[in-house]
């Protein structure tokens, strides 16, 4: 099952972000639902604040594993950042790093795609086509 979704390079694109990939997924008492929304949400952020482009979501997801992909117009790569003791931010792409299965990132059209995967047991709630 894939969907997909663009959302403006606003401050209230990560929250929709999250409910978009939330209602395709379901399952919110899912251990792996949990990271999942809290990395689409940590990648859309990123996006908002580095890139201030449209964001496009992608989720393929066959109940095996769950991919996320997060797709703007800056080409620049993410890097993570060492950690800084107190620090409010930064902490974005360590959390990916931690907690998926697999993420990466690549050149695209002119922008870049930042991904991450996911194993997951559970099936997708809901048949969702491209534009959600």
Known sequence: ?????????????????R??????????????????????????????????????????????CLRVEVTDGDPRLP?????RP?????RGLFLVEQLASKWGSDRRNGGKVVWFTLATGAEPRAKVGAGG
């Open 1 to 17: 099952m894939e969907a997909n979704r663009s959302f403006p390079a606003d401050v209230t694109s990560p929250r929709a972000a």
């Open 19 to 64: 409910q978009f990939v939330g209602s395709v997924i379901g399952h919110p008492e899912d251990e792996s639902t949990q990271m999942a929304l809290v990395l689409t949400s940590e990648l859309v952020t990123n996006a908002v604040l580095h890139a201030r482009t449209e964001v496009d979501v992608r989720i393929e997801f066959d109940g095996g």
């Open 79 to 83: 890097a993570a950042v060492p950690q």
């Open 86 to 90: 107190g620090a409010l931010d930064g």
